[in-house]
């Protein structure tokens, strides 16, 4: 059988997504399905690309720009912090890419979305995205089940 795709945040440097990243794959493999974590660092140009053209397209609405000066202040404040604090955001950085490495298991580098749409046919069964807190373990197995009834022959 093919393996489970999941797409996650694994790369964000913050225990949210870090966590719950993690969670995915070990419940995963709690249900015995064989899964890999899907490695964007091939095409996270593309991604960045593709995220500011579409916040320069939004940005357009007052509601959603009002939302992002909140969060461009919050990096603002992150980017000139204090010494120690940026002493601390290193450290905290080291341990966020020392954990990823040792604990996701990465697929193999696609070096752009076009390339890992090509290969998901062959190299997976299904493509979990995101996740759900309640009653996780019995929806993604429903998920799964229910995704491997669909797939293409």
Do not use: W
């Given at each position: 059988?093919?393996k489970t795709a999941i797409v996650s945040c694994y790369f964000q440097h913050n225990y949210g997504s870090m966590l719950?990243?993690?969670?995915?794959?070990?419940?995963?493999?709690?249900?015995?399905?064989?899964?890999?974590?899907?490695?964007?660092?091939?095409?996270?140009?593309?991604?960045?690309?593709?995220?500011l053209l579409y916040f320069a397209k939004a940005s357009l609405t007052s509601d959603i720009l009002l939302s992002k000066?909140?969060?461009?202040?919050?990096?603002?404040?992150?980017?000139?912090?204090?010494?120690?604090?940026?002493?601390?955001?290193?450290?905290?950085?080291?341990?966020?890419?020392?954990?990823?490495?040792?604990?996701?298991?990465?697929?193999?580098?696609?070096?752009?979305?076009?390339?890992?749409?090509?290969?998901?046919?062959?190299?997976?069964?299904?493509?979990?995205?995101?996740?759900?807190?309640?009653?996780?373990?019995?929806?993604?197995?429903?998920?799964?089940?229910?995704?491997?009834?669909?797939?293409?022959?």
């Amino acid at each position: 059988m093919k393996k489970t795709a999941i797409v996650s945040c694994y790369f964000q440097h913050n225990y949210g997504s870090m966590l719950q990243a993690y969670a995915t794959q070990m419940a995963l493999d709690k249900l015995g399905y064989e899964n890999e974590t899907i490695d964007i660092l091939g095409f996270n140009g593309e991604i960045k690309k593709a995220k500011l053209l579409y916040f320069a397209k939004a940005s357009l609405t007052s509601d959603i720009l009002l939302s992002k000066l909140g969060m461009a202040r919050n990096v603002l404040i992150k980017k000139f912090s204090i010494i120690s604090m940026h002493k601390l955001s290193r450290f905290a950085q080291k341990n966020f890419d020392e954990f990823s490495r040792k604990q996701f298991r990465l697929s193999p580098k696609y070096d752009s979305k076009a390339e890992l749409g090509r290969k998901c046919k062959d190299n997976y069964s299904s493509v979990l995205v995101g996740v759900i807190s309640y009653g996780f373990l019995e929806t993604l197995q429903r998920i799964i089940t229910h995704s491997t009834l669909f797939q293409r022959q």
